[in-house]
């Protein structure tokens, strides 16, 4: 079946730091990719996406790359602020499997001052 | 606009008794899901559906867990009766019908803080 798989956490690091949080999936289609993330005490939220292979999704100074080759879409940012301090969740959907999401375990990254 | 709505925002109850949880989608939105958010056991898919008729609720614990969606615009997640392993946070969320175009995404709520004593 699809699955997502994604570095456990905490990932603890200082503000201005180099984030990279991995993930890896494996579907039976093509799949469009997603990170959402969380806030404490919120539901999750879109941070973005990529539907093909080599697309970059960004947003917030947040990138992912859909690397088929690898199976992966690793989010990164280059300089964290405490503000990013959030559960991050990696995610797959394959139309032909229904209109639901596959999520990864989350990762829970923490920004210190 | 108006996002997913959900009620209550907190419920703690004793052991035994029934919860129902609510949920209104955003308006124009066909397909509706219930998730469970635990330390032990990360996010968890318990039911959707689409058009108010429920399409996978392979992921709902057991029979004392039961969803319905009446309409478009309501659905609600009961649990009867509630046990301590019951809490948890419970999250609905919303998405546009998905046509021949690109996939949109799912809008969540806030939650329900759900502790069962």
């Known amino acids: 079946g699809d699955s997502v798989t994604q570095m456990e956490g905490p990932v603890t690091l200082s503000e201005e730091a180099f984030l990279t949080i991995n993930c890896t999936y494996t579907?039976?289609?093509?799949?469009?990719l997603f990170w959402y993330v969380q806030y404490p005490g919120e539901g999750l939220q879109l941070l973005l996406k990529a539907t093909k292979a080599d697309d970059k999704g960004s947003n917030k100074g947040f990138e992912a790359t859909y690397r088929k080759e690898t199976t992966s879409f690793h989010l990164e940012k280059g300089s964290v602020q405490v503000s990013d301090s959030a559960v991050y969740f990696c995610?797959?959907?394959?139309?032909?499997?229904?209109?639901?999401?596959?999520f990864g375990g989350g990762t829970r990254v923490l920004v210190k001052p | 606009d108006a996002g997913v709505i959900q009620s209550p925002r907190h419920e703690v109850t004793e052991m035994g008794q029934e919860v129902t949880l609510r949920c209104k989608p955003i308006?124009?939105?066909?397909?509706l899901f219930w998730y469970r958010q635990t330390m032990m056991r990360g996010l968890e898919l318990l039911i959707y559906f689409n058009n108010n008729v429920p399409i996978d609720d392979s992921g709902m614990p057991e029979d004392r867990f039961s969803a319905k969606m009446p309409n478009a615009s309501f659905s609600t997640l009961k649990i009867q009766p509630s046990e301590p392993r019951d809490s948890a946070v419970y999250f609905c969320?919303?998405?546009?019908?998905?046509?021949?175009?690109?996939?949109?995404?799912?809008?969540f709520g806030d939650g329900t803080r759900l502790s069962i004593l």
């Open positions: 579907a039976t289609g093509y799949p469009s």
């Open positions: 995610a797959l959907f394959i139309k032909a499997a229904g209109n639901k999401l596959t």
């Open positions: 308006s124009g939105h066909n397909s």
């Open positions: 969320a919303s998405s546009p019908p998905v046509r021949d175009g690109p996939y949109q995404p799912q809008h």
